[in-house]
């Protein structure tokens, strides 16, 4: 390992533990009624009476349970501890099993519905804890979930998964994540994060039926969401595969570049794998050419033309998180220098421009004069601790690995 190699790794170190880490163990823990803080804005104010969301909860425990597999720090098992028992006591469905899509603040449902996206990181964050713990009863609640989630929320006929479903496993006219999502029956997002889970799960319970759907599921990746020049992910299909929205999400794709050969490497299979290499550059090659500023950060989004409405988009921060990974990602399968330059371009814009050094954490993102996004929240259903942590945790990692590049293959 070279000297700036060694650099790198010491401030993302530092980064991890010091501010992301560290801020949520110290500003978001809800004294008052468990669990953890619903919304806090960007000058630290929490937001009373806010709902607590599956996917935050469920993010905080995955960022902690690796924290803790990692480092083996008491304070982080804590608080993985304190994830843990608020999602099963207040997120947990009772009567009709699987996880609400959001508590109120008290802990009571308020959007009892099933969000598959939602069930998906609950899985990823339940298999994590068991990697962390060793603790059979977790696995056991993982392995259940992704048995609810294939018997309610899997599409026999077309393959994937569907949106969402009512609180009672029905079929429901509510599919969306938020406001800003297209209401339609499949997601890239969502089986994104499927394949995400269901590779946590794939690490620590090596079962078959689960192997033979993961590779459905990058199957069905490959040929339904990346598009037919395999740059970019569509973002909104119908139940049929019929593409629904035009939009280029940059985050996603280079995101989705590393998970889909992550998923790939632990399934183990070396046809697959191969062609899923392949995916991964041309992504990866995409992003680079037409996704990223002069400055090293990556823009959000883009219509096909590739014109980006640089007047009025911001850049947010869990892509910058992202982008570090995937195109480091790339470089240690080709040892291109362009890859490598763009990761560190990444990781310099997020120092820079991305990271709160006065009050933790990070922005959630920048404006078009790079000045923080002024009325954007420090803590909420969405801003959370994973893809931040996240990327410390795999550039700690891939930069303390010898380089093992492969022939490319044409």
């Known amino acids: 390992m070279n000297n700036a190699t060694e650099v790198w790794r010491t401030r993302l170190e530092a980064e991890l533990k010091d501010n992301i880490l560290g801020f949520w163990m110290k500003?978001?823990?809800?004294?008052?009624?468990?669990?953890?803080?619903?919304?806090?804005?960007?000058?630290?104010?929490?937001?009373?009476?806010?709902?607590?969301?599956?996917?935050?909860?469920?993010?905080?425990?995955?960022?902690?349970?690796?924290?803790y597999r990692i480092y083996g720090t008491a304070e982080y098992l804590t608080m993985a501890e304190r994830a843990y028992d608020y999602l099963i006591q207040h997120f947990t469905d009772p009567e009709f099993g699987g996880f609400f899509w959001m508590v109120d603040e008290h802990g009571a449902a308020s959007q009892p519905k099933k969000q598959i996206y939602g069930l998906a990181f609950v899985i990823y964050a339940l298999a994590e804890y068991h990697h962390a713990t060793g603790r059979e009863d977790v696995?056991?609640?993982?392995?259940?979930?992704?048995?609810?989630?294939?018997?309610?929320?899997?599409?026999?006929?077309?393959?994937?998964?569907?949106?969402?479903?009512?609180?009672?496993?029905?079929?429901?006219?509510?599919?969306?994540?938020?406001?800003?999502d297209m209401n339609e029956k499949k997601s890239m997002n969502t089986h994104l994060h499927v394949l995400e889970g269901y590779t946590g799960l794939y690490r620590v319970w090596k079962s078959e039926v689960?192997?033979?759907?993961?590779?459905?599921?990058?199957?069905?990746?490959?040929?339904?969401?990346?598009?037919?020049?395999?740059?970019?992910?569509?973002?909104?299909?119908?139940?049929?595969?019929?593409?629904?929205?035009?939009?280029?999400?940059f985050g996603h794709d280079i995101e989705g570049s590393w998970l889909l050969y992550e998923a790939a490497e632990v399934l183990g299979d070396q046809a697959l794998l191969e062609r899923v290499r392949k995916a991964s550059l041309s992504m990866a090659e995409a992003a680079l050419a037409e996704g990223i500023e002069v400055d090293g950060g990556i823009w959000n989004e883009a219509d096909r033309s590739g014109f980006i409405d640089k007047a009025h988009e911001?850049?947010?921060?869990?892509?910058?998180?992202?982008?570090?990974?995937?195109?480091?990602?790339?470089?240690?399968?080709?040892?291109?220098?362009?890859f490598l330059e763009a990761a560190e371009n990444s990781w310099s814009f997020t120092e820079k421009?991305?990271?709160?050094?006065?009050?933790?954490?990070?922005?959630?993102?920048?404006?078009?004069?790079?000045?923080?996004?002024?009325?954007?929240?420090?803590?909420?259903?969405?801003?959370?601790?994973?893809?931040?942590?996240?990327?410390?945790?795999?550039?700690?990692?891939?930069?303390?690995?010898?380089?093992?590049?492969?022939?490319?293959?044409?």
Not at 218 to 236: A, P, Q, R
Request: include cysteine.
């Open 27 to 67: 500003q978001t823990v809800d004294e008052t009624h468990g669990g953890f803080i619903g919304e806090m804005d960007n000058k630290l104010q929490v937001i009373p009476g806010a709902d607590k969301s599956l996917v935050l909860n469920a993010r905080i425990l995955w960022t902690f349970a690796s924290a």
């Open 210 to 249: 689960l192997g033979h759907k993961l590779a459905e599921l990058i199957e069905t990746m490959l040929e339904h969401i990346l598009d037919s020049d395999g740059k970019h992910f569509h973002l909104f299909m119908d139940e049929e595969w019929r593409v629904k929205s035009e939009l280029i999400s």
């Open 314 to 338: 911001s850049r947010d921060w869990w892509p910058q998180a992202e982008a570090m990974v995937g195109f480091y990602n790339a470089y240690q399968l080709t040892g291109d220098s362009r």
């Open 353 to 410: 421009y991305i990271i709160d050094h006065k009050l933790g954490e990070w922005h959630w993102g920048v404006d078009e004069s790079l000045q923080p996004l002024a009325h954007a929240p420090k803590v909420s259903a969405w801003k959370c601790p994973y893809h931040n942590s996240r990327a410390c945790f795999e550039m700690i990692r891939r930069l303390g690995e010898p380089l093992h590049v492969e022939e490319i293959i044409e």
């Open 139 to 180: 696995l056991r609640q993982a392995t259940q979930l992704f048995h609810l989630i294939e018997k309610h929320g899997y599409d026999p006929l077309h393959t994937g998964y569907i949106e969402a479903l009512s609180r009672e496993w029905e079929m429901t006219d509510s599919l969306s994540l938020s406001s800003k």
